[in-house]
């Protein structure tokens, strides 16, 4: 594996308690957000990354005071506009370890252009889409991810709005990897946030966070002891897609079709098998909840798709050293004289 | 036979005028390089419609080039043309009557048929190439242009398209003759625009020497004219347009402090150019085509953030976007330079057509108390010296700093004395150090005589912080709601741009008296037309004085003062009044505005006429 801007290759260790800031968390409690910022810290310990190399940038909401809570480099910029700041950061920084924390109002409703240029561009860094399906901030209101017929402060007669499926609109934007995790499954989050800091390119993670005060519940169905076996399944490359509370469920394609199937009518050998390189596997995963059709179908967690593509720092890195073999970097006063000049004597 | 007399002139205005399509821009600006080339003072007019192609032959469609070169200094591009070149009817109705009476009009009678009447609007019985008394004031040069052009390359396999299309060099070539230039520069230019189509550029190397020797055959003209080169200071100079000067500025800002530039832009007219200029030149600065205005700012102060220094271009309605990010960097203090090459609006407007009405955008365009340093360029050389001047503010002050051209600015081109960037004054960088640290920790908002704060770069180790859109405490940068800091604050802000007047030169008297009857108090591109009109209003025994403001926040330390020496202030501006409205609150002088919002520049004599129209109301 690659060394990646901003980890460390010296192996010094630092419990993740050092990454965290001297400010006082102002989050509701029981809010999920404390629970993700734990694993973000944690991550950042287990990787080493230094502290000095770290970057977080976010944009406005409840998620976006992400940054005043770890002791690094950070900006809380303006409402939707974090993954631009970063792109620009980024574009002269390749050394940094950038990461940008958005949520489902700020990164898909006033920032969604910036969202989906930053993914087809796939600069470096780790965008973090907290989606608690409601803009809390604000004291709720439906946001781009509410599900149809959301009734709330402004939508008072239910949304008619088709929520975003964020990660069906990643791909869509040529993302080079996208996951999932749920604030309250830390061992999965930790090991989606570490895939995510290690791919190089820009990597989304959408994070299933419970809003306690204004959409409590809103993924109770993915997160309760009761129903959530029947209602995930976490993918693993190379492995087949069980799940259920007996582990006695799997997935088939037939052609391009997932059907549910029981393990104990077909062969595991016949399962769908999770390939992270595979855009068409992914682009069906993305689409396992939002096609009524595929009601029953569980909600796909961990990575489900990774490939590499050239970033676009390095690409940029590529001209500017093409520009500067072929026209130097001195004294541009020859540059400035043109080849029509005259002079005054 | 030729011709072997030649009349002296000081100075000259030439307007090329035809179709969008004809290659007037292009005709114009290689007769402005061959005039830089022979020494000439000059100024550029370019003035095109928005429409990239449009119809063929309407009076909308017209596109012409004025050029103003001389052998004493040149100010503006004139008011009236000596020369006018008319490509057709349309071009003709447009300009004629900025023609000077016994001026030169050159018309290619081609352009002239029932179609293009029609089109220009002229009855069929009523064409302005057979009207006597119109012709009779003019010296006219009728030439069937097309025609010649498709007879000279009859024998080219060209298509008719594509030789009616070298026409312009025709009149080109024609102009060159009259006026005594040789046709080698533009000659050089062809061979390499057209290097990898060998016979377009033989056709148009034909055309024009076409062009030319149909002056010496037809023995056009009972003498050619003679325009001497123009006493400029010494150096080595060259013709820049605006744009390109603004970007020299932002790659000579890189070489001096060594800092990664970052041009974040996004495609509007007329700002684009800058774009295109630094998009070739990625060995000294990054640039960036971001997916919208607002991206291009912000991605700007992410480099800023990262240590490098961002800057941005745009035009009026781009620059509303970009407010709440420049607010943004304001509350950071983070240097940002922002240029707005102003075009007339509101909303779309004119995009192609000047205008200098964001000043107040620029002043006070941002929600809450936003204070950043204005800057304005007042020619297309002097955007290299104030852009350098801007980035020098911004990095110094750590603040954002507007810098203010236009579209007559940006387009239009003047001499320039090239100045060796090893030259220009140092930029000290405030990068933070170990006295920034208190108690172990680093203070961003620590501020030092200047009230500016240290810049803390990510990868230093120990100077971790953060830092955001809400309200600071002063020193620590942690976010506070408390009431007294949040005014401390506000105050500290808007004190460091006020402080900045200490760095910044004084306002000078620019032409005329030091105390008198009128001061005329620019800013901007309209510097030209106000220095020709209150110098030769001097010359005429008046009292009165000329001020230009290329500083505009803070102003100036003394122009209180200056303002304090006369009994009339005349602000002329185009806009509907900006800088009058800052001057009055600011100084309590009731000054005169005269404004003028048509796309367009001012003309000396409408300046003139102005400060006529003071003196008599007297």
């Known amino acids: 594996m690659k060394t ?19 400010q006082e968390i102002r989050w509701c409690p029981g809010c999920g957000d404390y629970s993700i910022l734990k694993q973000v810290q944690s991550v950042l310990a287990d990787e080493n990354i230094p502290k000095e190399e770290i970057v977080f940038i976010s944009g406005i909401g409840c998620s976006s005071r992400f940054p005043y809570y770890l002791d690094t480099f950070g900006m809380h910029s303006i409402h939707g506009r974090a993954p631009a700041i970063a792109s620009g950061l980024r574009a002269i920084r390749k050394d940094l370890n950038i990461w940008v924390v958005t949520g489902d109002g700020d990164g898909l409703s006033i920032g969604g252009n910036h969202l989906i240029h930053l993914l087809r561009r796939n600069f470096n860094m780790n965008v973090l889409l907290f989606n608690n399906e409601i803009y809390g901030l604000t004291k709720g209101q439906y946001s781009p991810t509410s599900p149809l017929g959301t009734v709330n402060k402004t939508a008072v007669w239910g949304t008619i709005d088709l929520p975003f499926n964020p990660l069906k609109l990643a791909l869509g934007a040529d993302a080079t990897f996208i996951a999932r995790g749920l604030d309250i499954d830390p061992l999965l989050l930790r090991q989606v946030l570490k895939r995510a800091n290690q791919h190089n390119g820009t990597s989304l993670v959408e994070i299933y966070q419970n809003c306690n005060v204004f959409n409590d519940g809103a993924f109770s169905v993915l997160t309760d002891k ?5 209602n995930t399944i976490v993918l693993e490359h190379q492995k087949p897609l069980f799940f259920g509370v007996n582990n006695d469920m799997g997935i088939i394609l037939d052609g391009f079709s997932p059907r549910i199937v029981k393990l104990s009518e077909v062969s595991e050998n016949d399962l769908w098998i999770h390939d992270e390189e595979d855009s068409l596997k992914a682009t069906i995963l993305t689409r396992f909840f939002d096609n009524p059709e595929n009601d029953g179908f569980p909600r796909p967690l961990g990575v489900l798709y990774a490939v590499n593509r050239p970033t676009y720092e390095d690409q940029l890195r590529g001209q500017k050293k093409m520009a500067i073999e072929q ?9 400035f004289k043109g080849k029509n000049y005259w002079e005054v004597k | 036979m030729s011709i072997n007399t030649s009349e002296l002139r000081e100075n000259i205005v030439i307007k090329f005028a035809g179709d969008s399509g004809d290659g007037m821009q292009l005709t114009g600006s290689q007769f402005t390089e061959t005039a830089a080339k022979y020494g000439n003072d000059l100024a550029t007019f370019p003035d095109f419609p928005a429409e990239i192609r449009a119809p063929q032959g309407t009076l909308y469609g017209v596109s012409g080039f004025q050029l103003h070169f001389g052998s004493t200094r040149v100010h503006t591009p004139g008011d009236e043309y000596d020369v006018l070149v008319a490509m057709n009817a349309a071009a003709l109705k447009t300009n004629i009557k900025n023609l000077k009476p016994g001026g030169t009009l050159i018309i290619n009678i081609d352009g002239f048929d029932d179609k293009f009447l029609r089109l220009a609007k002229y009855d069929k019985l009523d064409n302005p190439i057979e009207d006597e008394k119109l012709l009779s004031n003019y010296t006219i040069h009728k030439i069937a242009i097309t025609q010649l052009t498709r007879k000279a390359l009859e024998d080219s396999g060209l298509g008719i398209k594509e030789i009616d299309r070298s026409k312009n ?14 046709t080698d520069f533009t000659e050089n230019y062809l061979e390499e625009k057209f290097s990898k189509k060998p016979k377009i550029f033989e056709a148009n190397i034909k055309v024009l020497r076409t062009g030319y020797n149909y002056g010496i055959t037809v023995e056009a003209a009972s003498s050619t004219t003679e325009v001497q080169a123009a006493a400029l200071d010494k150096g080595i100079y060259r013709n820049i347009r605006g744009n390109e000067a603004l970007a020299y500025g ?31 030149h990625k060995n000294y600065i990054t640039t960036f085509q971001a997916e919208d205005e607002i991206a291009a700012v912000t991605a700007a102060i992410g480099a800023s953030f990262g240590g490098g220094l961002g800057v941005t271009a745009s035009s009026g309605p781009g620059i509303a976007l970009k407010t709440e990010a420049i607010g943004l960097a304001v509350a950071l203090e983070m240097p940002l330079v922002i240029i707005n090459v102003q075009r007339a609006g509101p909303s779309t407007g004119m995009p192609t057509k000047t205008e200098q009405s964001d000043l107040l955008q620029a002043y006070y365009g941002r929600n809450g108390e936003t204070p950043l340093p204005v800057l304005a360029c007042n020619s297309p050389a002097d955007s290299f010296d104030i852009i350098y001047e801007a980035g020098k503010i911004a990095i110094e002050h750590m603040t954002p700093v507007m810098v203010l051209s236009d579209g007559y600015l940006g387009n239009g081109s003047s001499p320039w004395s090239i100045q060796d960037p090893d030259l220009l004054p140092e930029i000290d960088i405030p990068f933070a150090n170990q006295d920034h640290i208190k108690d172990g920790k680093f203070m961003p908002y620590l501020r030092d005589e200047r009230l500016s704060r240290p810049w803390a770069v990510p990868g230093k180790k120990g100077f971790e912080h953060r830092i955001g859109g809400l309200s600071k405490e002063n020193e620590t940068g942690d976010v506070s709601y408390d009431p007294e800091n949040n005014q401390l604050m506000v105050e500290l802000r808007e004190q460091k741009v006020e402080n900045i007047a200490e760095f910044i030169p004084e306002i000078k008297i620019k032409a005329g008296v030091e105390k008198g009857d009128i001061l005329v108090l620019g800013w901007g591109s309209t510097y030209g037309a ?7 209003c001097h010359d005429q025994g008046l009292k009165i004085g000329f001020a230009h403001l290329r500083y505009l926040r803070p102003f100036p330390g003394n122009l209180e003062k200056v303002l304090s020496q006369y009994q009339n202030i005349l602000i002329p501006e185009l806009n509907n009044g900006q800088l009058i409205k800052i001057i009055r609150e600011k100084f309590n002088v009731d000054a005169i505005g005269m404004n003028k919002v048509q796309g367009l520049p001012f003309t000396k004599n409408e300046i003139i006429n102005k400060i006529q129209d003071i003196l008599k109301s007297e």
């Open chain 1, 4 to 22: 990646r801007p901003g980890q460390s290759t010296k192996g010094v260790s630092s419990p993740s308690k050092s990454y965290a800031s001297n």
């Open chain 1, 226 to 230: 009761a129903t959530k076996k029947d």
């Open chain 1, 327 to 335: 026209l130097g970097q001195g004294n541009p006063y020859e540059l």
């Open chain 2, 169 to 182: 060099m025709f009149a080109l070539g024609y102009v060159y003759w009259l006026f005594n230039r040789k």
């Open chain 2, 250 to 280: 932002i790659i000579a800002l890189a070489y001096k402090t060594g800092l990664d530039v970052l041009y974040a832009g996004y495609p509007i007219t007329p700002a684009t150019d800058i774009l295109h200029e630094l998009a070739k």
């Open chain 2, 530 to 536: 106000l220095m020709s009109a209150v110098t030769d």
